[in-house]
């Protein structure tokens, strides 16, 4: 489950892959303008940024049309959002906090999480469907 292999990336960077994933639609490019407000950032930084992430070889990006990610951006933010959801499910199911509270903590959770700690917190959940 873990990317193991793959360098550490910082929350800045998890935050524009986790983003980015969560906004596609039918394969089509993230308009900036719509990463820039769902991000709160300016459109100038998340043009820098993207540009940066491409660079990595985590985003396509295309001027005037927006960013993609690629197979190894995919990877990376199906696995921020995995551990979000098990924090989630952990933090509503064991410790009883209610949805609003729980998505909250696993916000900030998803990325301070050891690989070796979401994968033991996968196991002791009985590795929960990402649809619950």
């Given amino acids: 489950m873990a990317d193991r292999n793959l ?5 800045s ?4 892959l986790v983003t980015i994933a969560r906004l596609r639609a039918n ?5 900036l303008s719509q990463l820039a407000q769902e991000l709160s950032n300016s459109p100038v930084s998340v043009n820098e940024m993207c540009r940066k992430l491409q660079d990595q070889g985590l985003v396509v ?3 005037y049309k927006g960013a993609l990610l690629t197979p190894q951006g995919e990877r990376r933010a199906l696995y921020i959002l995995r551990r979000h959801r098990l ?6 199911e064991e ?3 209610e ?13 301070t999480t050891p690989d070796y700690v979401t994968d033991r917190l996968d196991v002791y959940l009985g590795q ?3 649809k619950q």
């Fill in 7 to 11: 360098a550490p990336l910082s929350e």
């Fill in 13 to 16: 960077v998890q935050m524009y």
């Fill in 27 to 31: 394969g089509q490019p993230v308009p």
């Fill in 61 to 63: 990006y295309r001027p």
């Fill in 87 to 92: 924090w989630e499910v952990f933090l509503v």
């Fill in 95 to 97: 410790l009883g906090l």
């Fill in 99 to 111: 949805n609003a509270q729980s998505h909250e903590a696993a916000c900030q959770l998803e990325h």
């Fill in 128 to 130: 929960p469907s990402s």
